[in-house]
């Protein structure tokens, strides 16, 4: 895994139509470039996503109880020690921006997103007061990202954005 | 102009296809409770030189529409600004568009400048995909303000769900390739 094949394999599928490739690739450029070790995909079509990522040698490690796809970096992440409970400890695998991780999300009525070109890469549910007290800290991730992005393609539109929603 | 009115005209024409008229009923709204004094309606399909690119039919029904349910407003090429006469005189409106008329608007416009030559990133908070609030800032200023916009959306929020429930809210930000 390096970051030149990367930035091959984007070039090579941007303009699929497929979203969940579209969102694997930059889930993938993100992993390359360091910037995370793992991330969460949900997939829904199977046949088409996995011939593609078995294709580009994408690691990953597939939860079919949960459509669950885990793309990760094997030398940051030991894939054994995944939180297969999907609760707070996975939250925390997959990163500092996900503040809100818990078992219980039923009082996180607010949600916050990073996305590039309307692909959601850093999502999920908060409390309002939790976002008040990290909204400069996902601020920073927002603009770390679209640093790390604009390197792949100046034409990249990047979006932080939170609103209720429960 | 009071609460009540802007709640009466909000529930009759809150289901308009006109988005211009839909955007001014929630402006109209937000003033009438206190929260702003004056606003600035981003007429979605403005073209440089504002309200005067849109046809006549357009700004004329959006005319019509204001008079009829004696909503203070006005005009200029560039905008339509709805305002609180109680609160604000009109005459004392900078019409240069600039870092004055910025800091009329109210305290959200923190980065409002005579030059935005070098404001590459937007922040907007938007209501039912109107955009309620919106400018071009350094991402610094961003930076800086973020909570205090999160604040804002917070309180928008509240002020909106006792008008209608069903609102949905956004607070965003971006940056725009260069």
């Known amino acids: 895994m390096n970051i030149k094949d990367t930035k091959e394999i984007y070039d090579k599928c941007k303009n699929t139509k497929n979203r969940r490739i579209y969102e694997i690739i930059l889930q993938w450029y993100l992993i390359s470039s360091g910037f995370r070790n793992i991330a969460l995909v949900c997939l ?3 046949e088409e996503i996995m011939k593609f990522l078995g294709k580009n040698k994408i690691i990953y490690k597939f939860f079919p109880e949960k ?4 793309l990760f970096n094997p030398k940051k992440f ?7 409970s999907f609760g707070k400890k996975f939250g925390q695998q997959l990163g500092c921006f996900y503040y809100c991780a818990t078992n219980n999300v039923s009082k996180n009525h607010y949600r916050v997103v990073i996305s590039v070109n309307r692909v959601e890469l850093l999502a999920q549910m908060c409390k309002k007061d939790m976002i008040a007290k990290y909204i400069s800290q996902y601020y920073k991730i927002y603009l770390e990202i679209s640093e790390i992005f604009k390197k792949l393609d ?4 990047g979006k932080l954005e939170t609103y209720e929603g429960s | 102009m009071d609460i009540k009115n802007s709640k009466e005209i ?4 809150k289901n308009t296809k006109n988005s211009h008229i839909y955007e001014i009923i929630l402006q109209l709204y937000l003033i009438s409770s206190g929260y702003r004094d004056i606003a600035l309606v981003y007429l979605q399909d403005l073209g440089k030189s504002g309200f005067s690119d ?3 039919s357009t700004s004329e029904k959006i005319i019509k529409f204001l008079k009829k349910n004696n909503i203070p407003f006005y005009i200029n090429k560039s905008f339509l600004i709805l305002y609180n006469p109680n609160k604000f005189n009109i005459d004392k409106l900078n019409k240069s568009a600039g870092k004055k008329f910025g800091k009329q608007l109210g305290y959200f416009y923190n980065c409002a400048s005579n030059d935005f030559s070098k404001n590459h990133y937007r922040v907007v908070i938007s209501v039912n995909q109107v955009e309620i609030f919106a400018q071009m800032c350094k991402k610094s200023m961003i930076q800086k303000n973020i909570s205090k916009y999160y604040e804002m959306y917070l309180e928008i929020m509240e002020i909106f769900w006792k008008l209608d429930k069903n609102i949905f809210g956004k607070l965003e930000t971006y940056g725009f390739p260069h």
Do not use: E, R, T, V
Not at chain 1, 78 to 84: F, G, S, T, V
Not at chain 1, 154 to 157: A, D, P
Not at chain 2, 10 to 13: C, D, G, H, L, S
């Open chain 1, 44 to 46: 829904d079509d199977l």
């Open chain 1, 67 to 70: 459509s669950y796809l885990i």
């Open chain 1, 78 to 84: 030991n894939i054994n020690n995944l939180d297969k």
């Open chain 1, 154 to 157: 100046k034409n990249l539109l």
């Open chain 2, 10 to 13: 909000y529930n009759k024409y």
């Open chain 2, 54 to 56: 849109l046809s006549k």
